[in-house]
C-alpha cells in the first residue's frame, strides 16, 4: 500500500469508530454508526477490476464520482456499493495524496452532514474535550 498515514487518517477524524466485518474481510470506519470508508482486499473470485488490490471504499457526491474515475485511473466504481455514490480507490496505484486525503474528507463530510444536528453536537463537543 502507497499510503502509510492512511488509517491513522481515518481514525484521527472526530466520532470515528473502527469494526470488522469478518464475512466481507472489511475494515470499516464510522461516523454516528454510518459507514464513511472501508479498507478491504477483494479475493480473486470477484470481478478482474477488483480482484486482489488493496482498496478503500469511500462515499462521494454523485455528480462527482464519475468525475473522478475518468480523471484518475485508480479511481474505479465503488466495490460492492452503489456506484452513484461510492468509488474504490486503488492504493497500490499512484493517485496522488492531496487528492485521496480530499477524497476521503469528502467522505467523512458527506456521512456526518446526514447524522442527526444532535449527534453532530455531541460528536464535536466530544471532539473538543480531547
Known amino acids: ?3 502509510p498515514w492512511l488509517e491513522g487518517y481515518l481514525q484521527k477524524k472526530p466520532g470515528v469508530t473502527k469494526d470488522f466485518k469478518e464475512e466481507w474481510g472489511w475494515r470499516r ?3 454516528g454508526e454510518k459507514m464513511f470508508a472501508a479498507l478491504l482486499h477483494p479475493s480473486e473470485k470477484y470481478d478482474a477490476l477488483y480482484a486482489g488490490k488493496d482498496l478503500i471504499t469511500v462515499k462521494c457526491a454523485p455528480e462527482m464520482a464519475p468525475l473522478l474515475r475518468e480523471k484518475y485511473p485508480e479511481v474505479l466504481a ?3 456499493m452503489d456506484k452513484r455514490s461510492w468509488n474504490s480507490i486503488d492504493l497500490n496505484g499512484a493517485l496522488p495524496e492531496e487528492v485521496l ?3 476521503i474528507d ?5 456521512v456526518f452532514e446526514k447524522l442527526t444536528k444532535k449527534l453532530q453536537r455531541e460528536i464535536l463537543e466530544q471532539n473538543a474535550g480531547q
Not at 469528502?106 to 458527506?110: A, C, G, H, V
Open 106 to 110: 469528502e467522505s467523512y463530510r458527506l
Open 1 to 3: 500500500m502507497n499510503y
Open 29 to 31: 470506519y464510522k461516523v
Open 101 to 103: 486525503r480530499e477524497m
Open 78 to 80: 465503488g466495490f460492492y
